[in-house]
């Protein structure tokens, strides 16, 4: 067992509990999520937790889908979680499993706990239920139903699978305790009606198992021996012993852990679907979303997702951790892994009128400084140049160390030239072009004579140059916490008209035409992208900022 791991209280747990044999050697956890939205990073946290555990200590990690509930159940929100957990390098291997797999079974332990006088069905109308079960500071009342026969309970239950009953019309409770301080355990539902159409299941059931009383089952027939949940799970956690108690059936050990919260977003599959369904963004992989997809299209790595993970750690109280650690986790790791290439966003023409018109050269580029084993790539070199507008200045101030007139700069990779003339639209006195002269003595960007100039650019040869566009983003909400609102607001008052800049006319070296989703790039003196598979053509190539160059975290940290 590696001992460089962070540790945490959970992986203590897990530590002590092979120590004393607790389960025979065993670790096997699970990873369960409800298949009515996109994952998010939150949900990658817990799948680095369930697979991460069970991977250094050689156990076993299942994929299980919790889908009790057909109205909010999608085979699209399967297939994207599926696709989220192998990106993120995790593998379930044969254990993919799905509540509905164990439906027959479920049904059969609620017919042992009818029997054993622990459930009854109750006629009670919805909002009647809520009303008997009291509240925080005051007790709940039995229903009229709650003492029904046995046999009267396993008849009206066996009919209300039957698909006798109306929707809504009775439920199946739990008997348990209606004044009990935990509210989770007054007596809580466990079955209800439900004429819909199942995902996997068609219309062989008309009722459908609660969360509740389907989580602690699925973790007992799996055989699960450390079932870890966020903290919203612990004042159910007395409920999933009391069934599994009840039942007298293998019985798992829920522990439960501090749910990630970032700064600048919401992590609600509500809020996250309510933000889709009205627009606000482009779907659930929409690049501002701390969706998995929408990480992964917005070019984030799953390695610096699973550092940051790691970096976050495992907590017992919730705290709201700076979206800024996220960010350096991904330039830390794409620093090292991301293709370097000039990108001109706002281009000015540049015309070397000491270079032949007529030719052409390719220069050697290094791919990646921090990787050597990446190579090097050709970039074509000519007379006439784009360089970035921001880089030139007719008056330079002190300290200005980029091109102006009579000012030497270096072309990265290339050679050193001088501005000589300043050419602008007659009326509106727009700079259209600089015309410079360049030192044929200074290729690959190095003088021979020992001179040094301050002031570095990156350029694109204007013959050779691919069109694209770039896509930056801000913080999808303007306050630091969007969860906590001003009276009589909602969070999507807080949604940040700004979040999407979207540059078109940026000028790329040509090999950027070859990018591909899943690719990363560092734009020199730009920041990291990924070529936007979804928007993309053939002839029309739209490229995300990943993350700036700046690394606030980093500085903060005084890295």
Known sequence: MPSEKRTNFIREIVKQDLKSGKWGGRVHTRFPPEPNGYLHIGHAKAICLDFGLAEEFGGKTNLRFDDTNPIKEEEEYIRSIIEDVHWLGFDWEDRLYFASDYFEQMYEYAEQLIRIGKAYVDDLPPEKIREYRGTLTTPGKNSPYRDRPVEENLDLFRRMRAGEFEDGSRVLRAKIDMSHPNMNMRDPVIYRILHARHHRTGDSWCIYPMYDWAHGLEDSIERITHSLCTLEFEDHRPLYDWFL????????????????????????????????????????????????SGLRRRGYSPEAIRAFSDEVGVAKKPSLTEIELLEHCLRT??????????????????????????????????????????????????????????DFREEAPRKYFRLAPGREVRLKHAYYITCVDVVKDEQSGEIQELICEYDPETKGGWSQDGRKVKGTLHWVSARHAQPIEVRHFDHLFTRKNPNEVESGKSFLDYVNPDSLTIIKGAMAEPSLAEARPGMYFQFLRQGYYSLDGKLSTASHLVFNRSVSLRDSWGKKQGS
């Not at 809020?271 to 659930?284: A, R, S, T």
């Not at 000491?354 to 990787?371: F, H, K, V």
Request: negative net charge; aromatic residues 8%; hydrophobic residues 35%.
């Open 333 to 390: 790791d794409l620093n090292q892994r991301a293709l370097r290439v000039m990108v001109v966003l706002n281009p000015l023409k540049v015309t070397i009128r000491n270079y032949p018109e007529d030719q052409e050269e390719w220069l050697e580029a290094d791919n990646n400084p921090e990787r050597p084993e990446d190579g090097t790539r050709q970039i074509p070199f000519g007379r006439e140049l784009w360089i970035e507008r921001d």
């Open 245 to 292: 108690d009840q039942l007298g059936v293998y019985h798992p050990q829920q522990i439960e852990f501090a749910p990630l919260n970032l700064t600048y977003t919401v992590m609600s599959k509500r809020k996250l679907k309510q933000l889709v369904v009205e627009g606000l963004v482009d779907g659930w992989d929409d690049p501002r979303l701390p969706t998995l």
